[in-house]
């Protein structure tokens, strides 16, 4: 028996479901980093003590940055997956770009946006060099 060149349409199906629950969540969080970044739950209780602010000012600076960068991950992160359900929707879905070869069922549900097997990446960074 040859090996399989794509994944059956029954299998895709699995996939995408299992893509479309990690967009929920990952838009959820995504939602819930975007709303403490604009004080969407904010008690709109201003401090106005001078000294209280000073102090504040370089911690809250950090902490904006750091919710910025998890934002832009995390929407990275759900273009990915969005990315993923097109290669559902064109049956290229689990297909190795590098080598051609289907990528592990184990690798895809552990990282369902992947577009490389292990194998294909390890190719890829030895290019690198």
């Known amino acids: 028996m040859p090996d399989k060149t794509r994944y059956s349409d029954e299998e895709l199906g699995e996939f995408r479901l299992l893509i479309q629950e990690k967009i929920a969540l990952a838009t959820r969080e995504y939602d819930e980093i975007m709303d403490i970044l604009m004080n969407k739950d904010s008690n709109d209780v201003n401090d106005e003590m ?10 809250s600076a950090h902490t904006k940055e ?64």
Request: aromatic letters at 4%; proline letters at 4%; one cysteine or more.
């Open 50 to 59: 001078p000294t209280y602010k000073a102090l504040e000012e370089g911690s």
């Open 66 to 129: 750091e919710l910025t960068n998890m934002g832009a991950r995390q929407l990275k992160f759900i273009q990915g997956l969005k990315a993923a359900l097109v290669r559902i929707e064109n049956k290229t879905y689990g297909v190795c770009r590098v080598t051609g070869k289907l990528i592990p069922k184990e690798r895809l549900r552990a990282v369902p946006h992947a577009t490389t097997s292990i194998e294909g990446k390890m190719m890829e960074q030895q290019r690198k060099g």
